[in-house]
């Protein structure tokens, strides 16, 4: 267990205090400088630090969105290979990838942040997996144990309002699952075209209900309960159908120089969000790159 620990601390990190940012394979191309504004406040999980979020400044959305963007680039995405075209383009006019892990509270609230926006703006949403604590065994562990604290009272509140203003429901579960199993079951539902359904789905389980989702059995019948075959998914995760496809892209993201979540990258502008921002900075973001991307 400790080694597991030690090798997730090795990870390379970064919690990076701005809205929006180039990535690069490893590393960040350009980070934009704030012109006399304080950063927004920014709250994502980081892998191997002991802290649910980092607090910054409030800053004005439009003044930080006025920022030069300066060069981006085109990353190659998972299964395409250099100098391949890219798909055909959809009605939506960007896809949305959210790289987020089921035990992190931020991510069930930027996620919901996410979905109203999708809305409003045509945007296509695609969950993307991630794992905070991989070296979590099967059965997962107690908060205490797994987190090694308690959340302190402040911080706690602060969640709750977060998420009563997204008209979420939030409750702090008694153990922290692993939950590769959880991933499993999205790309199972991605197939289906419900992978976007079940993501919130989890959420919502694990958040709103305290139910334990690195069970297989409660994934089926959360597979049930959206009308996808709960029979079928039971036989995908118990023959590993997709380990590989979630460690495949776990590996991605990390390349990408991703180590917090949640984590929204714009298609294949180079262009993400960190951080489960409020929905007004969140919006203005989505519409700049939208713009910026256009033909």
């Not at 949305?96 to 991510?107: E, G, K, Q, S, T």
């Not at 979590?136 to 562990?141: A, Q, S």
């Not at 993501?199 to 989702?213: C, K, P, Q, T, V």
């Not at 159908?241 to 120089?257: L, M, P, T």
Request: net charge neutral; aromatic share 10%; glycine share 8%.
């Amino acid at each position: 267990m400790q080694a597991g620990r030690d090798k997730v601390r090795k990870r390379p990190h970064r919690l990076l205090p701005l809205v929006l940012q180039d990535y690069n394979t490893h590393h960040c191309l350009k980070q934009y400088h704030f012109q006399n504004v304080a950063p927004p406040r920014v709250s994502s999980y980081n892998a191997g630090v002991d802290s649910w979020s980092v607090g910054f400044g409030e800053g004005d959305p439009e003044r930080l969105l006025g920022v030069e963007a300066g060069r981006s680039w085109t990353p190659v995405p998972l299964g395409r290979k250099e100098g391949q075209p890219p798909p055909a383009p959809s009605r939506a006019t960007i896809k949305l990838r959210v790289v987020a892990d089921y035990i992190c509270p931020w991510c069930y609230i930027g996620s919901a942040r996410a979905y109203r926006i999708a809305q409003e703006l045509a945007i296509q949403l695609e969950p993307w997996p991630y794992e905070l604590l991989p070296y979590l065994p099967k059965e997962g562990l107690p908060r205490e144990v797994a987190l090694g604290r308690h959340y302190p009272e402040a911080y706690l509140r602060r969640l709750q309002d977060e998420a009563a203003s997204d008209g979420l429901t939030f409750q702090v579960p008694l153990r922290v699952p692993n939950t590769h199993l959880a991933h499993e079951a999205v790309q199972f539902a991605l197939e289906k075209g419900r992978g976007w359904e079940m993501h919130r789905a989890l959420y919502e389980a694990y958040w709103a209900r305290g139910e334990d989702i690195g069970e297989a059995q409660v994934l089926v019948t959360i597979a049930h309960r959206l009308g996808l075959d709960g029979r079928e998914l039971d036989e995908a995760l118990s023959q590993g159908r997709y380990h590989h496809v979630v460690e495949e892209k776990i590996a991605w993201a990390q390349a990408q120089g991703i180590a917090g979540v949640p984590t929204f990258l714009f298609g294949d502008t180079g262009f993400a969000l960190v951080g489960a921002q409020d929905f007004q900075t969140f919006r203005l973001v989505a519409q700049r790159v939208i713009e910026r991307t256009k033909p």
